[in-house]
């Protein structure tokens, strides 16, 4: 009988951490489980995945695909489904062959369990910084938690601002920045989200959602600055061990 596989789908993979962490996990708790990296540039290449892979009982979704993979899944949890983008997928086998594929959203988890021991009671407003499908299970997770959120996209979006309407007054009243882009993520990691760095004090909480590097330049300047930062590390470590618990629930 082989054993149970899991694996991540997303392009380019270099930067992730996932198959490491899944590997390392399987190996401290005498799982006998391995973690595959699927790197696909287009969603259409899952269906093959599914079909020459048998054992595979999970997935991890990353960038590009957590938004076009939805139309592909038979069932989408609520949270996913009102975010938008989907990171995890259970893979459900019946004993006569059919396959069924559920979306879910454990960025919110991890975020919102991270981010919660940075917060003081000033931190009422958040920016979050792109607007991809990171972007939005930040938004879900800020919502949640009682703030308020405004997205800064590098073009004209409805319900976004752009990083050149960004000042003082911006800055001074949303004291949560979260960068849910890509900007600063290796191999750049000398890129770093263009905010105006002079207006960070000691009263901002900045959240990087990247983690290869784990420090960032936005990390570092807005350190500098006097804030409290975080990298996206224990988010990844709490998405991460929600996804175990869902493929194996």
């Known amino acids: 009988m082989s054993k149970d596989t899991y694996g991540l789908i997303g392009y380019p993979l270099g930067h992730s951490f996932s198959k490491s962490y899944f590997t390392e996990k399987f190996q401290r708790g005498g ?23 048998t054992s595979l009982r999970g997935l991890n979704v990353t960038i590009p695909h957590k938004q076009d993979v939805m139309p592909l899944l038979d069932e989408i949890d609520s949270t996913a489904s009102e975010i938008g983008a989907v990171n995890v997928i259970k893979i459900t086998r019946s004993p006569y062959g059919k396959v069924k594929l559920k979306g879910y959203n454990t960025d919110v988890i991890g975020f919102r369990e991270s981010i919660s021991p940075m917060l003081e009671p000033w931190n009422r407003k958040a920016l979050i910084l792109g607007t991809g499908g990171v972007s939005k299970a930040i938004n879900h997770a800020l919502h949640s938690m009682g703030l308020e959120t405004l997205f800064v996209s590098r073009s004209h979006k ?26 600063g993520m290796y191999p750049r990691v000398d890129d770093a989200p263009e905010i105006p760095y002079e207006h960070i004090g000691s009263r901002h909480v900045i959240f990087d959602t990247i983690y290869n590097p784990q420090t960032t330049r936005f990390m570092e300047l807005s350190a500098k600055r006097g804030a409290k930062v975080k990298s996206g590390m224990e988010m990844l470590a709490g998405q991460a061990e929600a996804a175990w618990k869902i493929w194996n629930s």
């Open 31 to 53: 799982i006998d489980a391995e973690y595959l990296n699927f790197e696909i540039e287009s969603v259409s290449c899952l269906p093959a995945i599914i079909r020459d892979h």
């Open 158 to 183: 409805a319900g976004a601002i752009t990083y050149n309407d960004l000042n003082s007054d911006i800055l001074k009243e949303y004291t949560v920045i979260v960068n849910a882009s890509p900007v």
